[in-house]
């Protein structure tokens, strides 16, 4: 068995996100453009900047 220990929740970065929004890192791959699953919260009335993603992005939206 394998256990898995995951940084704190973060504050979402300001020059990212408008308002207050939450991260939890789940996974990250060993290299920046390797795969990464974060889990987002935004409180009401957040939201996120418009960006891109140089290798796409696949949003599951809950």
Partial sequence: MEIFRHPPTAKG???TFTGEVWVD???SGPRPE???LN???????ARSH???HRL???LHIL
């Fill in 13 to 15: 970065p300001a020059a």
């Fill in 39 to 45: 889990v987002v919260r935004f409180a009401p009335g």
């Fill in 50 to 52: 418009w960006h891109s």
């Fill in 34 to 36: 390797n795969a990464r």
């Fill in 56 to 58: 796409g992005q696949t």
């Fill in 25 to 27: 890192l789940i996974h």
